[in-house]
């Protein structure tokens, strides 16, 4: 890839109040604490009020960035929101938060690629700027999975919550964060993991049709490990740099049971990784943001750290990226 030219300048992030215990799971659905921690890490989730959806998350998360950092948007001249949970078929996300943030001269988009949805838009924006076509760019995953999950369905719903985190991504020729990349997709497996909307049949299966999520758990877990396990490999490659050179490893945060196997595999230090899924489960586009964020928090991530990201899932697609942290 051509060197870029494009540097992650803030970070921000916000979830929403309720929290859904594996407790208060165990008085919905035949299960307990104790098969929830032990499969998956998951604790808790939040889940977004009646009133609250995808562009409420996103522009909460971007007024976190701008305080913390003392950004304005003003001048930003692109917004991306990954999600696969938008507010409406259209308008997108990304126009509705233009319109909450008052941007004035920005194209704005909605980008699905479902849980592998922010490693995509960073790619984007960073290919964005790097060609000279953006100078700012607002980078924001976020979901309301909650609202297109089967609450009486214990194979999902004690799996997926609901949160958003934002990067802003500027022009910066001379300390750049973007290294190399790695993107796929396998839509042959696509019926192992879907929500309908207007079709009901996907590579010659019918699918069942009620506008939630459905998934066949133990073949996404099988394949997440092999892809991840290659495609981190394949990003590192790219980036001519060792995997023990990797200073942090940010999957997305579906299954710790699942983080702790592509780390064994790979022969990565789990203790050199961040995840966002105990607090929050599986919230598919903000996982890797809210992973990050964690990191900041936590005084884990520093500048000029090596981090490798890495997103799978629904597509079933998958992108990784090797960043240097930059802030
Ligand atoms: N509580 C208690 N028991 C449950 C349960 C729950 N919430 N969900 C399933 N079970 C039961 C099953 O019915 C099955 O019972 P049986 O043996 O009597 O048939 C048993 O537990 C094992 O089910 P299985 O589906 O084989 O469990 P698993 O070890 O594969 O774990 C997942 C299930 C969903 C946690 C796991 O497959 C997974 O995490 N997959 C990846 C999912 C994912 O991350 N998706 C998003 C990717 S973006």
Known sequence: MSASKARITAIGSYVPERILTNNDLEKMVDTNDEWIVKRTGIKERRIASDKEFTSDLSYKAVLNLM?????????????????????YTTPSVASNLQAKLGIKNTGAIDLNAACAGFAYGLNVANGMITSGLNKKILVVGAETLSKITDFTDRTTCILFGDGAGALLVEYDENQPSFISSHIGSEGEGGQHLYCTNLATQMNNIDLLGNGCIVQNGREVYKWAIKTVTNGMKA????????LDEIDWFVPHSANLRMLESICEKSNFPMEQTLYSLIHYGNTSAATIPLSLDIGVEEGKLKA?????????GGGLAHAGL???WTL
């Open 235 to 242: 990003v590192a490659e790219k980036g001519r740099i060792n």
């Open 322 to 324: 090797l960043i240097k």
């Open 304 to 312: 000029g750290d090596y981090v490798l990201l890495y997103g799978f």
């Open 67 to 87: 305080e913390r950092y003392d950004k304005t948007v003003d001048d930003v001249d692109l917004i991306i929101v990954c999600t696969m949970t938008p507010d």
